[in-house]
Structures are given as structure tokens and as C-alpha cells.
Nanobody
Framework: QVHLVESGGGLVQAGGSLRLSCATS????????MGWYRQVPGKQRDRVATITSAGSTNYVDSVKGRFTIARDNAKNTVYLQMNSLKPEDTAVYYC?????????WGQGTQVTVSS
């Protein structure tokens, strides 16, 4: 079983920054695509950013230029640096690990951006 533990969420004013971290148990993350998703009440969980084991990144249009996903394979950790935060970024953010047919989720961390 793979465990993902997110941290770094919180309350921030619009225009501020936060950095989310996701620590994975074991080393499977090194060969997996990792990603961050977010969900607001009553809506589906949406992809925010992903990073492959080779380091290729992909972002949803609404966060391009503001968010950066990165990984540290030595620490089995993936990060999401969020800058210029907007109230519409408010959501529960989930870390995801995808390795072919295997798919794991963290417990989520709340990000709240006040206007």
C-alpha cells in the first residue's frame, strides 16, 4: 500500500503564495506520474498539474504562469508552489500518484484564499 501525505495548505490573502508538499511512502513515486488535483464542494475533482517520472509537466490553463509543480525523488516528495493566488483557487487540494493501473490519493489539504 502506498501512502501520500499532503501538507502546506492554509489561509492566505489574494496575491499571496503557498507551497504544498506531498510525501510518498516508499520509492514507487520515482517511477510514477505525480499530480495535484483540487475539489470544491459539490463539484468534481479537477486536475491542476502533473509531473512525469522524467520531469515533464502539464498544467491546467487557469494556473499556468502562477503554479509550479516539482519533484524531489531523493525525498520521495512532490511540491506545488502556488503564487499570485486568487479566491477561485480555494479548494481542497489532493496529491495523486499514478503508476499504470495503480492510482493513489492523499487525504487532501485545504487551501483558502481570501479576497
Amino acid at each position: 500500500q502506498v501512502h501520500l501525505v499532503e501538507s502546506g495548505g492554509g489561509l492566505v490573502q489574494a496575491g499571496g503564495s503557498l507551497r504544498l508538499s506531498c510525501a510518498t511512502s516508499g520509492s514507487i513515486g520515482r517511477i510514477s506520474t505525480m499530480g495535484w488535483y483540487r475539489q470544491v464542494p459539490g463539484k468534481q475533482r479537477d486536475r491542476v498539474a502533473t509531473i512525469t517520472s522524467a520531469g515533464s509537466t502539464n498544467y491546467v490553463d487557469s494556473v499556468k504562469g502562477r503554479f509550479t509543480i516539482a519533484r524531489d525523488n531523493a525525498k520521495n516528495t512532490v511540491y506545488l508552489q502556488m503564487n499570485s493566488l486568487k479566491p477561485e483557487d480555494t479548494a481542497v487540494y489532493y496529491c495523486n500518484l499514478n503508476a499504470g493501473p495503480l492510482n493513489f490519493w492523499g487525504q487532501g489539504t485545504q487551501v483558502t484564499v481570501s479576497s
